[in-house]
């Protein structure tokens, strides 16, 4: 099966989310299909405030892509070791582990027994967003990405109309403010988009939260947990 060490690979296949209403919204919009087949929405953000839980739902969108035979898609983080820290152990806690027919870690490229692929990219230097034509793409802490990068990466969505979606937390009116949120927020077609606080997250300890609050800076508190 493998090809290296396979990180906390989800032996069950089971995924169990606390009740988050902006993740559920998100994996409903990301599944939609309009009358014709096609996705209702091909360019998707989720834009929530620290430990919102935005990594994990982005590697459930990954586990939904990895049901289609023969597709191929990337999961990308800013740098190598959030790739190795978050991005990787994320999806392998996500993919069932019977789904995986080979890992290589070389290539940080995983394929299943239906022959849909998947590869890791670090997006660090821009370049590495060249590649094949793609199904789909999910860019992790997009904030931190340049919009260079996100640029070469697009082409290779376009003969595939393929889909794309970006989890983040917010940075005032960058790029995947100008990209992602505000083209949904103005209900262009395809663009789809949520913003959520920290505390939105089922899991979160409110005490803690009000703890930084009285530690932190308002404005990067207001960033960092309110997503704002």
């Known amino acids: 099966m493998a090809k290296g060490a396979i990180v906390s690979a989800n032996a069950t296949g089971a995924v169990n989310l606390l009740y988050n209403p902006y993740q559920q919204a998100f994996l409903q919009a990301k599944r939609e299909r309009l009358s014709d087949g096609r996705r209702a929405y091909n360019r998707l953000g989720v834009f929530a405030g620290r430990r919102g839980g935005k990594t994990r739902i982005g590697a459930v969108g990954v586990a939904d892509e990895l049901t289609v035979p023969n597709s191929l898609g990337w999961a990308c983080a ?43 990219r670090s997006l660090d230097d821009p370049e590495r967003a060249r590649g094949p034509g793609l199904d789909w793409a999910w860019l992790d802490e997009a904030r931190k990405i340049a919009e260079k990068a996100w640029n070469t990466l697009l082409p290779a969505l376009i003969d595939k109309r393929g889909t794309a979606w970006v989890t983040t937390s917010p940075n005032g009116f960058d790029w995947n403010y100008k990209r992602f949120y505000l083209p949904a927020y103005e209900m262009e077609p395809g663009f789809w988009a949520c913003k959520y606080k920290t505390l939105d997250n089922p899991a979160i300890d409110a005490s803690e939260v009000a703890a930084a609050k009285k530690q932190l800076d308002p404005l990067f508190y207001q960033q960092e947990f309110e997503a704002d």
């Open 78 to 120: 800013p740098s190598y070791p959030e790739l190795y820290d978050y991005v990787v152990p994320a999806v392998f806690a996500t993919v069932p582990n019977a789904w995986i027919k080979d890992w290589s870690l070389q290539h940080l490229t995983l394929t299943c027994h239906n022959n849909a692929r998947m590869s890791f």
